[in-house]
């Protein structure tokens, strides 16, 4: 049969590609007005983390806490979505989960005893403020976090707290659509000032959302993800439209980042020394060809997923190839939008999991039903090659094991943001929940390898300091549910008992033997 040229050829005209490619060839080390390069930097025969090198772990509220409706907690739209039937994998809930609310001074046992010195969480917006700027602060959800915060110092950790990993009070999206309305930066802002008020003499470490790209395009785009709105040749969604809504969703996410920033900077972090930024989900996107058609489509696929977020925040604008493609779709920013970028970051959270292939589907014809729409930068993504994988295939569909992304990814960062601070707030290996076993040579190798692809980056000038692994413990993994497994403890979820697994004595013994070498570098 023959195949017919996909209709995006005939989208964009032929000015477009000339345009790109003149501006590729006239500046041989870089294509983009603010990246730097760093990649030229002598490597060093003695590697040392440093003494401030956070080691750590990572969980989220909604994964870990259960504790449904207690103490004044009132529903998330996560608990919502939950509750309808054949959107989790396994029909599961996170109602109880691993029981973390309760049975927290347990877990940082655990964590104390594998020697990290910092512990990444999220808070509970639905716990602290049940019913949004609309209601009362509940006290009991602040005392819950107050003392877990002190158990976390008390070990000698650093509590590093994310405002809202995914979840948010249900009643936002009852009264005015959430991420939808530009109502959410008024409540996100009065959340964020009353966690920095009750908790910012002891934390050090914020940030205000987590993977803000994947909340955006599986919950308004793809569906998946509440509040399941998406176009009918996306998914099928009884509302919602998959070209706009993601754009409009971001930039509402972006303008209650920089909102809470600038509250952040006025009022508190002079006083309580603290640092500020977001938390990105970072895919690594590798060429299917060396043709250049398909270097662009890379590039436009980061453009698309993650300099989408961050470009607005550091440099006040979308990014260039956004621009070109979605015109005056993109929503603009307000003059104090763009004053409060000048300063919209002390850091960059990276979870950093995977890698992909990028197809260019702008000037050669994709498959249809593959992506590659307008929506998504006229780009497909997937970890297949001629019937190859980009790396090596685990028991996550969406994840394969290719470490060489790692390290490419904290470098992008640092060369297109000015070697700002990073660190790598989630990075871990998951396996089916069938046959797992507490010999789990795969994740340790898979920590091990991507550990190693970390310290190359640092070799090279990247400014990476902390690693936090997910997980410390098996848990509620979103759609999936509890059919795959993060953890370097194994949660048996009919009695909970948390048995360490293979891994849990690697990152103990690896951590130790830095520390170790550290300590010795100090002394010397």
């Known amino acids: 049969m023959e195949t017919k040229p996909s209709m995006h050829l005939y989208l ?12 590729l060839a006239s500046s041989p080390s870089t294509w983009y007005d603010d990246h730097i390069s760093l990649r030229e930097v002598s490597q060093e025969e003695n590697f040392s983390f440093g003494k401030d090198f956070l080691f750590g772990t990572a969980s989220s509220a909604y994964q870990y ?30 109602k109880v989960s691993v029981d973390h609310y309760h049975r927290y001074p347990g877990d940082l046992d655990l964590m104390e005893d594998l020697g990290v010195n910092s512990y990444r969480f999220s808070l509970s917006w639905a716990r602290i403020l049940p019913k949004g700027r609309f209601g009362d602060v509940n006290m009991d959800g602040v005392d819950h976090y107050n003392r877990m915060i002190n158990a976390i110092l008390k070990r000698g950790m650093e509590p590093f707290v994310t405002l809202t990993h995914y979840d948010m009070p249900q009643e936002l999206e009852y009264r005015y659509g959430s991420l939808l309305n530009p109502q959410i930066r008024e409540d996100f802002e009065h959340y964020a000032e009353i966690c920095f008020r009750h908790f910012g003499n002891r934390v050090k470490f914020w940030t205000t959302f987590n993977e803000p790209n994947v909340q955006v395009i599986l919950g308004y785009r793809k569906g998946t993800y509440p509040p399941s709105r998406c176009s009918k040749t996306f998914a099928n969604c009884t509302r919602g439209g998959s070209d706009i809504e993601p754009l409009v969703a971001a930039h509402n996410i972006i303008r209650s980042h920089l909102a809470a920033v600038s509250l952040y900077r006025e009022r508190f972090q002079e006083k309580q020394r603290g640092k500020i930024g977001i938390v990105m989900n970072a895919i690594w996107f ?21 300099t989408w977020f961050l470009d607005p925040v550091v440099f006040g604008r979308y990014p260039r190839e956004m621009q070109d493609i979605l015109g005056k779709d993109l929503p603009e920013f307000t003059k104090d939008d763009l004053k409060s970028s000048k300063n919209g970051l002390d850091f960059i959270g990276i979870n950093q999991y995977t890698s992909r292939y990028a197809k260019d589907c702008l000037h050669s014809a994709c498959e249809p039903g593959k992506g590659g729409s307008r929506a998504e930068g006229f780009v497909h993504s997937n ?20 470490p060489q992304g790692m390290e490419e990814m904290l470098m992008y960062a640092t060369e297109r943001y000015r070697n700002i601070p990073l660190y790598v707030t989630e990075n871990g290996f998951g396996e089916n929940s ?14 091990s390898n991507y550990l190693d ?58 951590i130790s033997k830095h520390i170790s070498s550290q300590s010795k570098v100090d002394d010397a």
């Open 453 to 510: 692809a970390l310290k190359r980056a640092m070799r090279k000038g990247a400014d990476v300091r902390g690693y936090l692994t997910w997980s410390l413990l098996d848990n509620f993994e979103w759609i999936s549910g509890y059919t795959i497994r993060f953890g370097m403890y194994h949660v048996d979820f009919n009695t909970l008992e948390r048995t360490p697994r293979l891994s849990a004595s690697w990152y103990k013994s690896f």
């Open 434 to 447: 069938t046959g797992v076993l507490l010999n789990d040579y795969r994740r340790v190798k898979f920590m």
């Open 383 to 402: 970890a297949l090659k001629d019937g190859l994988a980009l790396g090596e295939p685990t028991g996550v569909n969406w994840l394969n094991t290719y």
């Open 65 to 94: 806490e259960g504790a449904y409706l207690t103490e004044g907690k009132t529903l998330s739209n996560w608990d919502v979505f939950t509750s309808i039937s054949g959107k989790i994998a396994d029909g599961s809930q996170g």
């Open 12 to 23: 964009i005209p032929f000015w477009f590609l000339c345009f790109t490619i003149i501006t």
């Open 286 to 306: 590798e060429p299917v060809s060396d043709s250049l058609a398909d270097k662009l489509a890379a590039e436009r696929a980061q453009a698309f997923y993650l």
